[in-house]
Structures are given as C-alpha cells and as structure tokens.
C-alpha cells in the first residue's frame, strides 16, 4: 500500500508512543472535516483499529505509519460526509458546527513544518473558527478533503491525490473552488484581535441592558443571526436577517430564560459568549466581523453539542 508522508515522521517500525502522538493532530484533522469532536474521536478510533487489526510484519511494512493514519482517517471522513448531507436533511432546524471551548489542546493542531508548495495557505487557527467552518460545510465532499489536507495541513496535491481518489490536477482544482469559496465568504476587513474582543464586550453589554439602538449599532445592517436547537431546545428554525430584526429578537430573548449569566469567552479560537444557568451552558455564541460591525451570529443551544463547555 503506498501512503503519502506525514510531515516529521519517516522510518519503518514505530513504538507505540510514536503512533499515539499523531492522534492529536488526527482529532484536529478530522474535527475541521466533521465538524464535530464526537465524530472526530470516533473516527480516530476506528483509525487506530485499523493499526492494530494489522500484522507486526504489515505495519513494519508502512513507511509513513503517520501518512497511513492520516490516509485513513481522510477516507473515513470522506465517507462519513458523503452520508451526512442526507443527515443534515433530516435536521430540525439550521445546523451549525459544534463549537470547542479554548481549553481543547487539539484545537491548533501541532504541525510546525514548512513547505515548498506556493499555493495560498490558510493557519491552523484560521481554520477553526466558526465562519470557516461554516463555509466548509456548504463545500462537495472532495473539496472539503482537498482544501483541507492541503491548504490546512500541508500535504501535496500529488498525496491528496492518493488520498481521495482524483488526479493531482483535479484535486488542484478542487482546492482551488474551496478556496474561492472562502474568500466569496469574507467581505470586509476582519479587525483585529483586541478590536473583535472589545466589540464583542460592547455586544453583551447592550444585550443585557436590552439596549436595542447599540444593538444595532453594533451589527452590520445585513447581519445574520443563526441558531441551532436541534428540536431539542426552542431555537428559531431559520436565519434572522437585518440589525434591527435581530437587535429585537436577542432583546426579547433576554427575558425568555432567567437566571442565565453571559460570560466572555473563546469560542474557536476567537471571542465569543456563554450562557450558563446553573452552572450548565446553554448556549455559545459564535461571531462574524467585518470593519467595526458584526456580520453573523451563530448560537448554538442544542445541548448534545454543548457537552465539552459543561464539563466541571
């Protein structure tokens, strides 16, 4: 079996610690494909069964065992995305990937190589947050792969390639659309990191006092505001648009629940807001900015997604 070659990792007849280290970046990998750690950590499992289902001889045999485990948790994925579209479907309601809460040592990954390649590239800390993610959701099965091995990852189209099952030169082009993709996505300017954080602040600030005029001062006036309950919990079935219409609806939501507290956070890798009531999150807010103004809210309140920011 030919594999493609994992960055900082070569030689036959790797020791039990030496596979086990590539499950962080295997997690990381298959958590920016799935958009979900559950799903991640059952594709990582299902990987290393197929390691250990393998002969000592065979294994021997793999030149690249971290290649061979990035190869096979990419096809796992690959199969799992063909399959969720029809998943999403059957969904109450908008979908929105499940948010990581900032302690999640995987989150970044932990690849420190360089390579040749010139392509556009994208961090590992890009690739996590929410507007990203989203965006990735709406791409065919083989995009997502490629996009990701390669602008995320490092690989070179000629180890996609072996990975999904297409020329070099198609997985090029599928690269190529992700990335187009991204760029339609972002229209503005992203503030800086300290600009992003304190207008979140000014956001659960005029939240909580129901402040509608600085709510929508605050929002682009084409803004978005996504929920996800899951039909497990009330959560509107579809997009809110326009400053106003949201500024409104989050002023109205704010008296829906008592007793709920808002605290600042990092929501994948960017500043966002939690709402825990009794010492339980119900909801993570996810934000988009562009210039000085929010652009798309993402509130994810279906519990089954919450379950890593409820954690003691």
Not at 112 to 133: C, K, Q, W
Request: charged share 25%; net charge neutral; aromatic share 6%.
């Amino acid at each position: 079996m030919t594999t493609p070659s994992a960055p900082g990792h070569s030689g036959p007849g790797p020791g039990l610690s030496e596979i086990e280290k590539e499950r962080r970046q295997l997690i990381g990998l298959a958590y920016r494909l799935l958009g979900s750690p559950a799903e991640a950590e059952d594709v990582v499992q299902e990987t290393y069964a197929r390691w250990y289902a393998m002969t000592p001889r065979q294994r021997e045999g793999i030149a690249s065992p971290g290649g061979w485990l990035t190869t096979v948790a990419s096809r796992i994925c690959l199969d799992l995305l063909g399959s969720a579209r029809a998943r999403r479907e059957r969904y109450t309601g908008e979908w929105i990937p499940e948010p990581v809460p900032p302690d999640t040592e995987w989150i970044s990954g932990r690849w420190t190589g360089t390579t040749a390649d010139p392509a556009d590239r994208v961090t590992l800390d890009e690739s996590i947050n929410m507007a990203f993610l989203v965006v990735l959701d709406a791409m065919t099965p083989a995009e997502r792969v490629a996009f990701i091995l390669h602008d995320v990852f490092r690989y070179s189209f000629a180890e996609v390639a072996g990975i999904v099952g297409r020329t070099p030169a198609a997985c090029r082009q599928l690269a190529s659309s992700a990335r187009r993709r991204m760029r339609a996505s972002q229209p503005g300017v992203t503030p800086p990191a300290a600009q992003r954080a304190d207008i979140v602040r000014a956001f659960k600030q005029a939240w909580e006092a129901k402040d509608i005029d600085a709510l929508i001062g605050l929002l682009a006036p084409d803004a978005t505001a996504t929920g996800d309950g899951g039909g497990i919990v009330p959560a509107s079935l579809h997009p809110v648009e326009g400053a106003e219409r949201i500024a409104r609806f989050l002023a109205e939501r704010a008296d829906a629940v008592p007793g709920v507290t808002i605290t600042e956070c990092r929501v994948n890798g960017q500043p966002g807001l939690a709402a825990r009531r009794d010492g339980t999150t119900v909801s993570v807010l996810a934000f988009d900015l562009a210039g000085d103004r929010i652009t798309r809210i993402w509130a994810v309140l279906n519990p089954e997604k919450l379950r890593l920011w409820s954690r003691d």
